[in-house]
């Protein structure tokens, strides 16, 4: 399993890989091990070949059993026994069923307080390389939910002792919400793919006077970040490390407040890759943090985690790994401009121009208008994708040299999202 990047994308074993990734920040201290299985397993079927956890995520971070992480939560010192042979089991059944492991060496507040630094981090990088380099499917992510800049020597240096001592392994950086990797970390050597959190905010709620305020602020609009790094790092991947989670509060803090549904998972995913994202990461309110009955709740989960693991959402997510891999998505560039009469927020139309087709997506389900004159397609054809099914729909021959408008039909489900191939015949 040797994962590499090249130029924008992620190559496996020289062929293309789409990062298709799940948020489990807590599974190692909220699972047993058979619980890990069944969530592994769930998620090997619907196509996810990236988790995302949390090594340390809080203090005294324990087993259900009880096997803490850290003797006396200290860094420097990693218990001997049972918490990392717990995880080591998990990382290497990933491995079996074709999962990497994007694993956090801590959250991020405990470098923002202080409790990993500069003394006390570089023994902590030596212990996780002797525990997990051998395992080729783990990739390094640091930070964790906070700002490059809170302890950006820390990260720094763990970045570039990670890369000395585990040379095959992929290390990138989880940032602060509504943030990028590339706003601190542009350049460094040892950062081999960007990563940014669109977040869990609506168009409306900027600032809600709440301690993940922050002024960089794009609403729902996480593509623009995509369009920031093409811009600035060029032949580095990027992907939406979090967006706003499958029925969390918009905005978090409010459980009274709507959550975000399948639909908008759904958008959050096809807008950035369809702007030249690498990838895309799905999360879910309930697994992100395994919610059970047992363990306070954040962020008002509506459903305990096993039965969250059939939420829709998360099972839609394969056909668009799926089509970007039938279509090329590694030779292709961001396309919006063969489409005519683009809208902003909710009404924006992204586009791909790949080696073997173009592929839109209309988010609200508005007629898409194409300038096929300009499309490389002498005899072009048109097929409909339902983003909730996955079925392609052949629609019919296109006329060359036309500004053609290609119409959606109403569901009677209420779902409103499509997209459209057009391909040569």
């Known amino acids: 399993m040797k994962l590499q990047t090249r130029g924008r994308y992620f190559v496996l074993d020289n062929g293309p890989f789409f990062w298709l990734g799940d948020t489990a920040w807590l599974m190692f201290s909220r699972l047993s091990r058979e619980e890990a299985s069944v969530y592994l397993k769930n998620r090997a079927e619907k196509g996810y070949n990236v988790i995302q956890a949390t090594l340390v995520h809080s203090a005294n971070y324990a087993t259900l059993d009880g096997k803490r992480a850290l003797a006396d939560d200290d860094f420097a010192r990693p218990a001997k026994e049972g918490y990392w042979e717990h995880v080591l089991s998990i990382v290497r059944e990933a491995a079996g069923l074709g999962m990497f492991m994007a694993l956090l060496p801590s959250w991020g507040s405990f470098a923002k307080n202080g409790q990993l630094n500069m003394e006390n981090a570089p023994g902590y990088v030596r212990f996780l390389a002797q525990t997990f380099g051998g395992e080729e499917n783990v990739i390094w992510l640091l930070g964790g939910d906070v700002r490059g800049d809170a302890a950006k020597d820390v990260f720094e240096m763990m970045g570039n002792e990670f890369k000395r001592l585990c040379s095959g392994h992929l290390v990138g950086y989880h940032p602060f919400g509504r943030c990028d990797s590339s706003m601190w970390f542009n350049g460094s050597s040892w950062l081999d793919f960007n990563m940014f959190q669109s977040g869990h905010r609506d168009y409306t709620q900027q600032y809600l006077g709440a301690w993940d305020d922050n002024d960089v602020f794009y609403g729902e609009d996480n593509y623009k970040y995509v369009l920031n790094d093409l811009k600035s790092c060029p032949d580095m991947p990027t992907l939406d490390g979090e967006p706003g989670y499958e029925l969390i509060p918009h905005g978090l803090h409010d459980p009274s407040q709507p959550r975000w549904l399948a639909y908008d998972v759904r958008r959050y995913a096809w807008w950035s890759v369809l702007t030249g994202a690498a990838g895309h990461t799905y999360g879910d309110n309930s697994i992100m943090q395994f919610y059970k009955p047992q363990f306070k709740g954040s962020y008002g989960p509506v459903n305990t985690w096993d039965e969250a693991l059939h939420d829709p959402g998360s099972g839609q997510m394969r056909h668009l790994k799926r089509l970007m891999l039938d279509y090329d998505f590694a030779s292709g560039r961001e396309a919006s401009e063969y489409i005519a009469e683009n809208g902003e927020k909710h009404f924006h139309k992204a586009a791909l121009l790949t080696s073997k087709g173009f592929i ?32 392609k729909s052949f629609a019919g021959h296109l006329e060359k040299g036309a500004d053609v408008k290609i119409a959606f039909p109403d569901r009677r489900d209420g779902t409103r999202d499509w997209g459209i191939i057009i391909e040569e015949l």
């Open 360 to 391: 839109a997506f209309s988010p609200e389900g508005e007629d898409i208008r194409v300038n096929t004159a300009a499309l490389p397609f002498e005899q072009p054809v048109c097929s409909l994708f339902d983003p909730v099914s996955g079925v």
